[in-house]
């Protein structure tokens, strides 16, 4: 997959993540299994930001955590750089994955209540054993960089500190790893709208300074618009269209992307009505039982007889732009 080709990209470079036919299902009671991601491709490029954007339900956070290995995938492969995660034995796999950092929608319970800002932020060191003068000294520079200060959060517990000073704590303690990729799921929709552009602010500031490639996971079009260099659309557990984000709401050409853009304010201009859900399909089908052909057809303006019986590959249409649908022209 080609990237936007953005300054600080470096697309020559290989892959710093690839996920290739990623599967995640849940098996439920003794014969129902939930399709949260069926057969997922991801290249994040060398200092690139990938959005992944679709509804709740979508398997977005599947997508995420199956990448991370907390479960791992139940088929596919990750790489990060050229180690293969899948099958890797536990003390490995803890390693290799400390490479990869996840910061999650509620920071507040992701964080254990019982302890102190200080051992929160350092918990992940553990695995290297690394111990001594120079953990507080590294502890106390990373809070400086999230925007805390040491001396006012060091003894602090989790309830003592806002959702947003929460969400710093995670990040520094995801920033102590030294990872490579930050994977944020929906870092900001937990949080007060005073606090997220701040939060945004620091998740890109972050990025630049520590060198980082980052998958950002949102349900929010304009969140995921300004962060990105590239956005991936997502539905029912498939990729409905990649592309770069400069100039999202014009260049989708998807149906599903089109009506999500159609549902932000402002939108209903760019992505007419002629592509907006019709009242009667707003329900996001199951994922125990996703349409045949293409996942979309039940909601799609567009649908015909071919979309029900035939799934649309992904194909170029353009620039480092991608969509799975068979009434787009290329
Ligand atoms: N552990 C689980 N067991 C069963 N179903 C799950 C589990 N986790 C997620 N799901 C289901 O998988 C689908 C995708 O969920 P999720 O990945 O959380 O979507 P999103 O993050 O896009 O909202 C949903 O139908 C959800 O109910
Ligand atoms: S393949 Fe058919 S149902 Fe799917 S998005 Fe395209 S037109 Fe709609
Ligand atoms: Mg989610």
């Known amino acids: 997959m080609a ?4 300054a600080h990209m470096r697309p020559d470079v290989g892959p710093v993540l690839s996920v290739d036919q ?3 299902e849940f098996p439920v009671g003794r014969k129902q299994v939930v399709h949260a991601v069926s057969g997922l491709n991801i290249d994040l490029l060398p200092g690139e930001t990938l959005g992944i954007l679709g509804e709740s339900g979508c398997g977005k956070s599947s997508a995420g955590r199956a990448v991370m290995q907390e479960p791992p995938p139940t088929s596919g492969s990750v790489r990060l750089g050229t180690t293969e995660l899948t099958g890797l034995k536990t003390r490995d796999l803890r390693r290799a994955r400390s490479r990869m950092q ?5 920071p507040v319970s992701s964080l254990n209540p019982r302890r102190k800002v ?3 932020v350092a918990e992940g060191l553990a695995i290297w054993g690394f111990d001594g003068a120079d953990k507080d000294a590294a502890i106390r520079e990373t809070l400086v960089a999230v925007g805390l200060d040491p001396d006012v959060v060091w003894d602090r517990r ?3 500190l806002s959702g947003g000073q929460c969400q710093r704590v995670c990040i520094a303690r995801a920033l102590m790893m030294n990872p490579e990729v930050l994977i944020c799921d929906e870092p900001v929709s937990a949080l007060d709208v005073s606090v997220q552009a701040q939060i945004l602010n620091l998740l890109e500031r972050t990025k630049e300074t520590y060198d980082l490639s980052m998958i950002f996971i949102a349900h929010d079009v304009s969140v995921v618009k300004n962060i990105s260099d590239r956005v991936m659309v997502l539905y029912l557990g498939k990729t409905c269209e990649v592309l770069p984000s400069a100039n999202l709401q014009t260049a989708a050409r998807h149906p599903y992307t089109r009506t999500l853009i159609a549902s932000i304010p402002g939108g209903e201009e760019i992505a007419p ?9 707003t329900e996001l089908p199951s994922p125990l039982n996703p349409p045949s052909g293409c996942r979309f057809r039940t909601r799609c303006p567009l649908a015909t007889d071919q979309c029900a019986a035939e799934e649309p590959e992904l194909r170029p249409v353009g ?9 787009v022209a290329v």
Do not use: Y
């Not at 990237?3 to 953005?6: D, F, H, L, N, P």
């Open 118 to 120: 200080r051992d929160l």
């Open 22 to 24: 990623m599967v995640v």
């Open 3 to 6: 990237g936007s080709g953005t």
């Open 102 to 106: 996840m910061i999650m929608q509620d």
């Open 158 to 160: 989790p309830h003592e």
């Open 319 to 327: 620039e480092g732009h991608f969509i799975a649908c068979h009434n």
């Open 273 to 281: 009505a002629d592509v907006s859900l019709s009242a009667a399909s």
